[in-house]
């Protein structure tokens, strides 16, 4: 038996179900992930891993195991998404930690958090004055989201009553040297404008820029990768590691 | 046409999977006139029991080298413990068949005719 072999074709197996159900699993980023979720993906993981390493068995039973709970983990997600009351029970919900500015021990204690826990998760988000909080929420992915008291909520163009023009969002020209002429099409532009643009920057072809985005303002950026900047600064506290 | 092909690579994918992992039970099978393993140990249990040593002496070779071309197909379907396994009784039955060992013979020819059935299973 050529294990090695054998544990690069199990691998490859391993690899693109895990792939595949992840997929259909959903997008969820690892910053929304539950405690469950968590637990849900190690385990997942754990027994890809173990279908690839474990010749002691075959890799059928592992597969079976990770199809079984990729489709429970699917079961659950249906559930949830139908079915608000189980949603709540599965995936909890968001709890008020400080209400008012005054922060609620009892269900601090409940949910096992400590006074310094929430101190830390204010830390986290630049406030370290108790007296700027006006609500708080700790969500079920264990994150806190704050209301601050308006007297601490910064001003805005609203308050002054300055107009402002939507900026929209920057859509890709060039990417990496290559004219993306349908970005080009939908910002009703043409590679004559474009060239006439790139020119003001010093740039004679398209495959000179690195990078450049139009936003729906009509504001150009643009990147060369020329950069002409002749020393890089070195942000590092000591040398190496070359 | 995308979209279905988004869906059925994923399927296929897997389904090619599934038959990868089941791939030992169905490439066990002969697939030629000298990887007919099951066959090859009815043979030695015959000359065995018919005490004709050099009768089982040559069919374990065909044996030995059958296994050899099966044990490559059946690998990555199949159990390591359960290849080992044959792969021990066949080493063991050479030493049976040198001393003449009848019984011992017989028992490693049953023993590895289970994990022969085990196999891909």
Same mark, same amino acid.
């Given at each position: 038996m050529n294990e090695g072999l054998v544990v690069v074709v199990r691998a490859i197996i391993s690899f693109f179900t895990l792939l595949i159900f992840a997929k259909i699993l959903g997008k969820e980023q690892i910053s929304q992930l539950t405690f469950f979720?968590?637990?849900?993906?190690?385990?997942?993981?754990?027994?890809?891993?173990?279908?690839?390493?474990?010749?002691?068995?075959?890799?059928?039973?592992?597969?079976?195991g990770l199809l079984s709970w990729a489709v429970l983990a699917y079961l659950m997600q249906y559930i949830?998404?139908?079915?608000?009351?189980?949603?709540?029970?599965?995936?909890?919900?968001?709890?008020?930690?400080?209400?008012n500015g005054k922060i609620m021990d009892n269900i601090l204690r409940q949910m096992k958090f400590r006074a310094s826990d929430i101190l830390e998760l204010l830390r986290n988000q630049g406030i370290f004055d108790m007296n700027e909080?006006?609500?708080?929420?700790?969500?079920?992915?264990?994150?806190?989201?704050?209301?601050?008291?308006?007297e601490y909520l910064p001003l805005t163009r609203k308050d002054m009553n300055i107009k402002a023009k939507p900026t929209g969002i920057s859509t890709e020209l060039v990417?990496?040297?290559?004219?993306?002429?349908?970005?080009l099409q939908q910002m009703n532009k043409d590679k004559r404008w474009l060239m006439n643009q790139l020119?003001?920057?010093?740039?004679?072809d398209v495959s000179e820029a690195f990078l450049v985005t139009l936003n729906d303002a009509g504001s150009l950026y643009v990147d060369k990768y020329n950069d002409e900047i002749k020393k890089v600064k070195d942000i590092g506290d000591y040398k190496g590691p070359y | 046409m995308r979209r279905i092909l988004i869906i059925a690579i994923p399927v296929i994918t897997l389904v090619l999977f599934v038959l990868i992992m089941?791939?030992?039970?169905?490439?066990?099978?002969?697939?030629?006139?000298?990887?007919?393993?099951?066959?090859?140990?009815?043979?030695?249990? $015959?000359?065995?029991?018919?005490?004709?040593?050099?009768?089982?002496?040559? %069919? &374990?070779? =065909?044996?030995?080298? !059958?296994?050899?071309?099966?044990?490559?197909?059946?690998?990555?379907?199949? $159990?390591?413990?359960?290849?080992?396994q044959?792969?021990?009784?066949?080493? %063991? &039955?050479? =030493?049976?068949?040198? !001393?003449?060992?009848k019984s011992g013979a017989l028992m490693e020819l049953n023993e590895a005719y289970m994990h022969w059935d085990e196999l891909g299973n």
């Open positions: 979720d968590y637990i849900l993906g190690i385990t997942i993981g754990s027994i890809a891993s173990e279908a690839t390493v474990d010749l002691s068995s075959r890799a059928w039973p592992h597969f079976v949830s998404l139908k079915w608000r009351y189980a949603a709540k029970i599965i995936e909890g919900e968001p709890v008020i930690v400080i209400m909080v006006d609500y708080a929420i700790l969500e079920p992915n264990g994150s806190l989201s704050v209301l601050k008291k308006p990417y990496d040297g290559k004219l993306i002429e349908q970005n020119k003001k920057y010093g740039i004679r | 089941h791939s030992g039970n169905f490439l066990k099978r002969p697939m030629g006139k000298d990887d007919d393993i099951p066959g090859t140990i009815d043979g030695i249990i $015959e000359a065995v029991r018919n005490d004709s040593w050099d009768e089982a002496d040559s %069919r &374990l070779q =065909g044996l030995e080298s !059958a296994w050899k071309k099966v044990l490559f197909r059946v690998q990555f379907g199949s $159990e390591r413990d359960e290849i080992n044959l792969t021990k009784n066949i080493a %063991r &039955l050479k =030493g049976a068949v040198t !001393a003449k060992d």
